[in-house]
């Protein structure tokens, strides 16, 4: 007997890693709760092609109209134009729920939009991979990662209860805070160390000459350094832009510490950096445990 879902109708827009990773879990653990998809036509056909949506629609209205679901994974700019659209389509009782990098601002919107019927939980998955689209969509993506949800821990409302529970089911751990918080700490622990990434990647680029070197001389060490610089701009354009305050003060404290370590760099003075470098590392590679 297939298990009860808490969600009868799922509808996610945008079938791409996130929204594909999301379609193909979701359908492991309910088999049979349809999933209508909303993407370019292209995208769809291959994520029906692998079973993260059971059908498609080309109309964003038709998507959301039935689905007691709505799950957005779209760029940051896209969800901004749509939430209103959503917001005056999506049925009474459904739950909306977003997978964008940063939340202030797709919650401040949300709150003016999303008065009466639907509900409106930001949410973002701390999962992803450098290389994004539906052809490297998993089911597993969300296994062993954290979840924000932009709720009070104590929030009583069903929707918002079940949806916990189902990210617990996906693997993942929920995570509640406010968006602000979010938005301070995903600058810190994500969109800086990209941003570093690439600066780094583009440092060794310009200074590579005609023989290959120094980039030819890389080992793991580098490649695993630059992994995140593999993603592509589209990804982290709207990122930026709407996480600059944060990302911009997360840099400077970067170049406080590039700065120590070139002042220090004739001195024993950099073993403490070190020393600190190690317990992060540690507590990392332990799950924060």
């Not at 998955?125 to 949800?149: C, H, Q, W």
Request: charged share 20%; aromatic share 6%; net charge negative.
């Amino acid at each position: 007997m297939a298990e009860a879902t808490p969600f009868q109708h799922a509808a996610i827009l945008g079938t791409g890693l996130i929204g594909g990773s999301f379609g193909l879990a979701l359908r492991r653990i309910y088999p049979h709760i349809p999933i209508i998809g909303w993407d370019k036509p292209a995208v769809l056909d291959r994520a029906l092609e692998l079973g993260a949506i059971t059908e498609s629609s080309a109309s964003l209205e038709a998507a959301v109209s039935d689905a007691d679901l709505i799950y957005i994974a779209l760029p940051i700019s896209v969800t901004l134009e749509s939430l209103p659209l959503i917001a005056a389509t999506a049925r009474t009782g459904a739950l909306v729920t977003d997978a964008c990098s940063t939340k202030s601002v797709i919650c401040a919107l949300a709150a003016k939009v999303f008065k009466t019927g639907a509900r409106f939980l930001g949410g973002h998955p701390v999962a992803g991979k450098e290389i994004s689209g539906i052809n490297r969509a998993t089911p597993d993506l969300f296994r062993g990662a954290r979840y924000a949800l932009i709720a009070a821990p104590g929030d009583d409302d069903l929707r918002v209860t079940e949806f916990a529970v189902l990210v617990q089911r996906l693997g993942a751990e929920p995570l509640f805070c406010d968006a602000e918080t979010h938005d301070w700490a995903a600058g810190v622990v994500s969109h800086l160390p990209q941003l570093v990434a690439v600066a780094l990647a583009r440092v060794v680029l310009d200074e590579t000459d005609e023989t290959g070197l120094p980039a030819s001389l890389a080992g793991n060490g580098l490649r695993d350094t630059v992994r995140l610089a593999g993603s592509p701009y589209a990804v982290w354009r709207d990122i930026c832009l709407t996480n600059s305050d944060n990302i911009e003060r997360a840099l400077d404290r970067v170049s406080q510490a590039i700065d120590y370590l070139r002042a220090n760099l004739r001195s024993r003075e950099l073993e403490d950096e070190f020393s600190s470098a190690n317990d992060l590392y540690k507590i990392l590679r332990s799950g924060g445990e």
